[in-house]
């Protein structure tokens, strides 16, 4: 979810459009396209077998898959030629024969899988059915031949397994979804051992399948509340265990491990701050061994000693937060990648038994040497009491002592992350660096119903957008003002998704609070948004309903519009800057065109930039780094920050200004030299 950028001087620095306090320090403005343009190298991976290297890297401006031997990185060639959507995840077939990708088109997330022949550079279309989006149900590398994937070509509320025959690409059914099961797991030998199904009440029921049919009645049940924290997570090599994640009679998730034979589990590991949200198996055995507890920061806790003395090496040479990221099937190599937060991360070669790193490559080059400032862990009370892990950036050159607090107060971007069933983290995070470098200070806050906290934080948010969840955001804002972070009239809300949403609402219910804000494909009407999504959400509705409100009951309509910003659209009197993908199928385009309807009808400003080859959120740097532009000119109005003129990044692009440009500093000038 790193790196870049050669150190300017003063002199050589971008012309400025405003001159705030921070350029007294004479820190160099790092360009956008650094930040926010191609990374050089991201996502390495080994093949099973060891003999080769992976990676995504541009290919013409467009991210690709390039593939070198192990024993010669340099070496490496271009495997795919993807001319349009970048390339974002892709995995080795278990016989290192094929490298295996998905993609959708123009950001529908109708997602196809792909396969790319290692050694003729053939590529051919596994998954051949317009309007789907394919899931891996089951990938092992003790069978080499096949995969088992999940195709709602039948039915685009339910996804059907079928056999993936990788050398001939035919799909052979295996199981046939017409009981309404959100999910299903397969064990090591590819046979599905479990099926899940939405209750009801927002829980889910938990199934065994013999034969690849399912039972009639479940072996685990969990309600609403252990809905977001409890599930199976994979089984070892010889079936005999399941692991789980599970909540169930605690607030945080556990790992467990769960006797197949005869059902009894034993604690493996637990936090009582934080969820239990990562591990790392042995390729073969598929045993756990080593688990991560991410409250401030993620910790990789050992079990055992099968990784522990790799682990303690690894994080006595290497300077940030450590990940693992591939392992051979042999274990005896792995990529670690590296993340220093105030500089690029990287990726290195970790050859187990000599003991030996060798780097593979540094994510964003560019950046290095780059004024990159520093990520600080804070901990916030709400108003009722519940504890907020919050993350905060400020400007370089503002912190000479270290303490986390600026010499004077700044301007201050709140940016808000998606979901809301999701949570901020501690790491390099470009849309910090690049606000920071601007002159603002950045805080994100996991405000209630984020993950990774403890299921009653999650349930505490049930029922409250735009209530409790943002009051929330309000605190978070109150403390940073108490704290001489900023003060009460320079602060912007900005933030995409359910950020979004909460932009519109900061706006819209506390149009006193914010001096600007930026939504990115944020919901405007909760009603709409709900009968909107994307058919195989199907499984997910009535969560959705029970968290959010419920749209097919009259109390729940009402609700849902009462926490709806279009409705109170003519409250809003500070600027706002709104960015749609306009192939979004989690939030609609309408949800955008409906609101800066209202506002048009109100005569209220309102600045609205459609990308008509996007989704939910810009994939396309030349997209991302053009509304960016847009963003920070209008930024810079609003907060008095620096801003890099919009120059000829909307020409590069393929956005189009529905309205409001003269509301944005440099747009009107910047559409006329398209």
């Not at 401006?61 to 993807?82: C, D, H």
């Not at 003729?120 to 069978?143: A, D, H, M, W």
């Not at 509705?541 to 729940?556: C, D, F, L």
């Not at 659209?569 to 800066?596: C, F, H, M, T, Y």
Request: glycine share 10%.
């Amino acid at each position: 979810m790193k790196n870049r950028l050669l150190l300017l001087t003063a002199a050589a620095a971008l012309p400025l459009v405003a001159l705030p306090a921070l350029a007294q320090t004479n820190v160099p403005l790092i360009p956008r396209e650094k930040i926010f343009g191609n990374p050089t190298k991201t996502a390495g991976r080994l093949s099973p077998d060891g003999k080769y290297l992976s990676w995504i890297a541009p290919r013409d401006g467009v991210l690709n898959i390039y593939v070198a031997p192990t024993s010669n990185p340099a070496a490496a060639k271009p495997l795919t030629n993807e001319r349009q959507r970048p390339i974002r995840q892709y995995f080795w077939a278990p016989d290192s024969s094929q490298i295996l990708f998905i993609n959708d088109k123009g950001g529908d997330e109708n997602f196809l899988l792909y396969g790319v022949d290692v050694t003729t550079g053939e590529q051919r279309t596994l998954t051949p059915f317009e309007k789907t989006r394919v899931q891996v149900v089951g990938i092992s590398n003790l069978v080499k031949d096949r995969i088992l994937v999940g195709v709602n070509n039948r039915d685009p509320k339910w996804h059907d397994v079928h056999s993936l025959d990788l050398k001939t690409g035919k799909l052979t059914p295996v199981l046939t979804n017409t009981g309404g099961y959100a999910g299903f797991s397969a064990d090591r030998q590819l046979a599905i051992r479990g099926a899940v199904k939405p209750r009801p009440d927002g829980g889910s029921d938990f199934f065994r399948v013999v034969n690849n049919q399912v039972e009639a009645t479940p072996y685990e049940s969990v309600t609403l509340e252990d809905a977001q924290t409890t599930q199976p997570v994979g089984y070892t090599a010889d079936g005999k265990t399941l692991y789980w994640i599970d909540s169930r009679g605690r607030d945080t998730a556990a790992l467990l491990a769960q006797d197949v034979a005869t059902g009894r589990k034993t604690l493996i590991a637990q936090s009582a701050r934080a969820d239990i949200g990562a591990a790392m198996a042995h390729p073969r055995t598929g045993r756990i061994e080593a688990y991560g507890e991410n409250y401030l920061k993620n910790e990789w806790i050992p079990l055992g000693n099968a990784v522990k003395g790799d682990l303690d090496f690894l994080k006595s040479r290497l300077k940030g937060e450590i990940a693992v990221t591939s392992r051979t099937d042999a274990d005896d190599k792995w990529i670690v990648s590296v993340d220093p937060v105030t500089a690029p991360s990287a990726a290195y070669l970790y050859d187990r038994k000599s003991k030996a790193l060798t780097k593979l490559y540094v994510t964003r080059p560019e950046l290095e040497g780059a004024p990159l400032a520093a990520m600080k862990p804070i901990e916030i009370k709400t108003r009722d009491g519940l504890n907020m892990v919050s993350y905060l950036t400020l400007p370089p050159g503002t912190d000479p002592d270290g303490d986390g607090r600026p010499n004077k107060a700044v301007p201050m971007v709140l940016l808000v992350h998606g979901g809301p069933w999701g949570r901020d983290a501690y790491g390099y995070n470009g849309m910090h660096q690049w606000l920071a470098n601007r002159g603002y200070a950045v805080l994100s806050t996991n405000f209630r119903a984020s993950t990774g906290f403890g299921k009653k934080f999650v349930s505490a948010g049930n029922l409250m957008w735009g209530t409790k969840m943002h009051d929330d955001l309000l605190d978070a804002v109150d403390w940073a003002v108490k704290q001489g972070v900023t003060s009460s009239d320079k602060v912007a809300i900005m933030g995409g998704s359910y950020g979004g949403y909460a932009t519109l609402a900061g706006l819209a219910f506390t149009p006193d609070k914010f001096a600007c804000g930026v939504d990115i494909v944020g919901p405007s009407n909760l009603n709409t948004l709900l009968k909107t999504i994307p058919p195989y959400w199907e499984a997910g509705k009535a969560q959705m309903y029970a968290r959010m409100g419920n749209p097919t009951t009259p109390e729940g309509q009402a609700l849902l519009r009462e926490r709806s910003p279009l409705y109170k659209a003519d409250q809003i009197k500070r600027p706002l800057l709104i960015g749609q993908g306009a192939n979004d199928p989690r939030v609609n385009v309408a949800e955008s065109e409906q609101i800066v309807n209202a506002m048009k009808a109100k005569g209220i400003p309102v600045t609205y930039v459609v990308f008509p080859d996007e989704g939910h959120g810009f994939a396309r740097p030349q997209n991302n780094i053009a509304f960016n532009a847009v963003a920070e000119n209008f930024l810079s109005k609003c907060l008095g920050g620096r801003a890099e003129p919009i120059g000829n990044t909307l020409k590069a692009s393929t956005a189009k200004v529905e309205h409001g440009a003269e509301f944005a500093p440099g747009l009107k000038e910047a559409l006329g030299t398209r």
